[in-house]
């Protein structure tokens, strides 16, 4: 039986994390063939034996750690996913880095460095260095996490992580215009709001009373990749209660 996305070849970071893990497992049942991006290897080759075993296309494993690449890293790896597999369908930006909830006078300069460079610098050279093998692709979908929430400066103590998602909103907007006119690449983002995931327990124990359903989170997910969709760009989905 035909599958929505038979064929696709769609790259997931933070592959092990909450939303990455059930982005790529989506993905997958739906006929994707899923790049599995990670800092450890032993934390995606389970998602990995899940997707064989469910029946899916044979994903590809990728690790890598946001915080000790080089700029160079990335175009490397596109190179290779190029041999490998020619174009590339779509990325899920689902790496993320809470970071610690604390003062700016209190943030050391490793800990502002860390929130920059996973939230905002690796979407950022990751999406630049796979643009040509997203160009091979008929309709590609680039999608990206935002975080209104504290992306607007109306929460404290979010730091780096809050500065971050703001240039990442405007990273995704200014991608989406320069490249609009084609009609081939579409750079959106999906705003959770908020799961109490393990990630956001970690910082707020407490969760929130009002947190969404991951599962609506990885039906936009679907949406953004869905090719009976028309195209979008530039716009930010945020998940209903």
Not at 49 to 60: F, H, L, S, T
Not at 154 to 161: E, L, V
């Amino acid at each position: 039986m035909t599958k929505p996305l038979d064929g696709k070849i769609i790259l997931v970071t933070g592959a092990s994390g909450a939303i990455g893990k059930e982005s790529a497992l989506r993905l997958a049942d739906l006929g994707a063939t899923i790049i599995l991006m990670g800092r450890k290897e032993e934390k995606l080759n389970p998602i990995y034996d899940i997707i064989v075993n469910r029946g899916g296309a044979e994903p590809a494993i990728v690790a890598m750690d946001f915080l000790k690449v080089e700029d160079l890293d990335y175009y490397n790896l596109a190179q290779n996913l190029g041999a490998e597999f020619g174009r590339l369908d779509g990325i899920v930006h689902g790496a993320i880095n809470l970071g610690y909830l604390t003062p700016l006078a209190h943030t050391t300069p490793e800990k502002w460095h860390h929130g920059l460079q996973i939230t905002l610098n690796a979407p950022y050279f990751l999406t630049h260095a796979m643009l040509p093998l997203l160009d091979q692709s008929e309709r590609a979908s680039v999608i990206f996490f935002a975080h209104d929430e504290v992306a607007f400066g109306d929460k404290a103590y979010w730091g780096s992580y809050a500065v971050a998602k703001a240039g990442l909103m405007t990273l995704m907007k200014t991608f989406a215009l320069e490249n609009e006119s084609e009609g081939k690449i579409a750079f959106n983002a999906i705003d959770p709001i908020c799961i109490n995931s393990s990630l956001r327990m970690s910082v707020m124990p407490e969760g929130a009373p009002d947190a969404r359903e991951l599962r609506k989170v990885i039906d936009l997910v679907f949406k953004l990749n869905d090719p009976a969709e028309g195209f979008v760009t530039g716009s930010t989905l945020t998940v209903d209660e």
